[in-house]
């Protein structure tokens, strides 16, 4: 699956200035941006779709192939609030060149992998680009086009995630099956390069300004309202991640479907995925609460649905496409509540928001297989309605008050 990201921004690009004086927009590069996303998001989503045969082709268990997706969250955790203070003097275009290398060499070690240690060292290459793309993509697109042009490119940049997230899953599966899991990540590998060489073609100059800290994170944790909100993106998170890492091995020992089902069924996750983002921003700018609320009780029901009839294959296909769904529209009224908590640290607010997911991605991945190893594929599901369920109940009890909130370009994955 995905995992959400939201479009964090570089403090050493925040620059107002620097974009209102930019009269051409430069859609090029704003362009390339998306297709980097597009790389990225596929690259992160392909283990899900590919777990079953990964792990027999290593010798692992399939809980421990799983291990793929935390080694990928643990680093995008460090990397997403850290990226602006370690590249602070380097030309932001340099800097998003050299992330997304990092995707594209990630993408081959994967393909040439010949044991687990070196699929995991490809997945901690994915991290470093994951989360340091995540954390400066919005402020490049400040920079990009003047203000007044920004919606837009988000709209164009977000673009990459909505084609990701419903191709990503079911084209790997489907590779996979017909050619290889490695033939996936090579393609994987050609898109990234694809990426790179329109980011090389039309990314201007951008040098850096200002200085990134530490001390805002700090500042803003001390807020109750955002530890609430970190609370329920550990559980949301952890949950999701806990039981769709492992969906596919459920589909096939529980409604036993055949790959190309399996395929429809993660094509229908992504559609679902993509409706929901956009139904839970109209919802977000009606009733916060109920936006946030009401996504982790969707996927708690779906993956109860799973549990009781997931036998059923109509009832399991179901469910997975409401699962992407509410998985879709979980970002949009977790970043809204969150900037609305902390409306003068907006930015440190949403790197917390990254951190704590890839965090909760990686709890999620590592206890979904010890679950998966030792108590059956079943007891992850049971996991993730669970934390789901708990995490909808605490935004029942604590969550944002009502009232009407601006809601800000989010990105799910």
């Known amino acids: 699956m995905a995992e959400p990201a939201t479009g964090v921004i570089d403090a050493t690009l925040l620059s107002p200035a620097d974009s209102d004086e930019r009269t051409e927009p430069a859609w090029g590069a704003v362009v390339s941006l998306a297709l980097g996303v597009f790389g990225l998001v596929t690259a992160e989503f392909l283990p899900a779709s590919l777990l079953t045969p990964m792990a027999r082709d290593l010798g692992v268990t399939e809980g421990v192939a799983g291990q793929a997706v935390t080694a990928t969250a643990i680093v995008g955790a460090i990397a997403a609030p850290t990226m602006a203070i370690i590249t602070r003097r380097m030309d932001r275009r340099l800097v998003m060149w050299m992330l ?79 050619w290889g899991w490695r033939t996936a990540f090579m393609i994987a590998t050609v898109v990234g390069a694809l990426a790179l060489l329109v980011q090389v073609a039309t990314i201007p100059k951008l040098p850096p300004v200002g200085v990134a800290s530490f001390r805002t994170l700090l500042d803003v944790l001390e807020r109750p309202s955002i530890r609430v909100a970190l609370l329920v993106v550990l559980l949301v998170a952890s949950g ?9 091995p459920f589909l096939e020992k529980v409604p036993v479907l055949d790959i190309e089902t399996i395929s429809l069924v993660l094509l229908a996750y992504g559609v679902g995925g993509f409706f929901g983002n956009v139904a839970g921003g109209i919802l977000a700018e009606r009733n916060l609460k109920a936006a946030v609320a009401l996504a982790p009780l969707l996927i708690a029901a779906a993956a109860a649905s799973m549990l009781v009839f997931g036998a059923s294959s109509t009832v399991a296909a179901a469910a997975v496409a409401v699962w992407g769904f509410a998985f879709g529209a979980v970002p949009v009224g977790l970043q809204s509540w969150l900037v609305r908590a902390a409306p003068d640290q907006a930015e440190s607010a949403g790197g917390l928001m990254v951190a704590t997911f890839q965090v909760a991605i990686a709890l999620g991945a590592v206890f979904g297989g010890l679950l998966v190893d030792h108590a059956g594929v079943a007891s992850a599901f049971a996991y993730c309605g669970t934390a789901t369920l708990l995490a909808a109940i605490v935004v029942f009890l604590r969550g944002p008050k009502q009232g009407r909130v601006v809601v800000v370009l989010t990105i799910s994955r």
């Not at 999701?240 to 596919?248: L, N």
């Open 240 to 248: 999701h991640f806990a039981g769709f890492t492992y969906v596919r």
């Open 100 to 178: 997304t290398m990092f995707l594209i060499l990630s993408n081959l070690l994967a393909t040439f992998a010949s044991s687990l240690t070196v699929l995991l060292l490809a997945r901690v290459v994915l991290g470093v680009a994951l989360g340091g793309f995540w954390a400066m993509s919005a402020a490049m697109a400040l920079r990009l086009v003047p203000m007044r042009l920004m919606p837009r490119a988000m709209s164009i940049i977000l673009t990459g995630v909505s084609l990701a997230t419903v191709c990503a899953a079911p084209v790997g599966a489907y590779v996979g099956d017909i």
